[in-house]
């Protein structure tokens, strides 16, 4: 089974930046497409970004076209949401996942992303 451990998330400013990490273990990581998803305390997850298991094809909801890029290190199972141009609305709780989710892994514990004005 999949482990999933958030990181990299924190208080920042209006317009900074921030580089978040998902490690995974278990050999199966680089068999999957994976994805970074959102969610804001009582409001269903949302999905924000995704990436094959080779690293190719990203894909962006349009609200973070431009400023966020997702991008994966299999030697080191560990896939990355770097954040730029941050604005209040990315406020949220963020997760990483298999794309799309498979129900035998479990969400981790996400990591939190404050965006002040």
């Known amino acids: 089974q999949v482990q999933l451990v958030e990181s990299g998330g924190g208080l920042v400013q209006a317009g900074g930046s921030l580089r978040l990490s998902c490690a995974a273990s278990g050999r199966t990581f680089s068999s999957y497409a994976m994805g970074w998803f959102r969610q804001v305390p009582g409001k269903e997850r949302e999905f924000v970004a995704a990436?094959?298991?080779?690293?190719?094809?990203?894909y962006y909801i349009d609200s973070v076209k431009g400023r966020f890029t997702i991008s994966r290190d299999n030697a080191k199972n560990t896939v990355y949401l770097q954040m730029n141009n941050l604005k209040p609305e990315d406020t949220a709780v963020y997760y990483c996942?298999?794309?799309?989710?498979?129900?035998?892994?479990?969400w981790g514990q996400g990591t939190q992303v404050t965006v002040s004005s």
């Open positions: 996942n298999t794309h799309p989710p498979k129900a035998t892994i479990s």
């Open positions: 990436i094959s298991w080779s690293g190719g094809a990203p």
